[in-house]
Nanobody, 124 residues
């Protein structure tokens, strides 16, 4: 089992920035990739970004490309989501998730362990 703890959420005005962190512990050797998802009120959870623990390829939803950056620190087993140029529509609870294997990093079903979520609120 992989335990995930997110931090870094908060409130910011439109155009501002936030950096989310997700620390993984437990059986982290079983984790192949990490993803960020978000869920806005009244909406389904949606993919935001993903990265594998090895290699350099990253994956982004079209809605955040050019504004958000996912990165990782393998030694700390921590994944980050740098969010710039935030918009009110980015308001959501952000979750990090761990996938033991797979290839469709955009799909929620690929991920087996989830954090508790952190709230991000962007005001206009």
């Amino acid at each position: 089992q992989v335990q995930l703890v997110e931090s870094g959420g908060g409130s910011v005005q439109a155009g501002g920035s936030l950096r989310l962190s997700c620390a993984a512990s437990g059986r982290t050797f079983s984790s192949t990739a990490m993803g960020w998802f978000r869920q806005a009120p009244g909406k389904e959870r949606e993919f935001v970004a993903a990265t594998r623990w090895s290699g350099t390829i990253t994956y982004y939803a079209d809605s955040v490309k050019g504004r958000f950056t996912i990165s990782r620190d393998n030694a700390k087993r921590t994944v980050y989501l740098q969010m710039n140029s935030l918009k009110p529509e980015d308001t959501a609870v952000y979750y990090c998730a761990s996938a033991p294997y797979g290839s469709d990093w955009y799909a929620e079903r690929t991920y087996s362990n989830w954090g508790q979520g952190t709230q991000v609120t962007v005001s206009s």
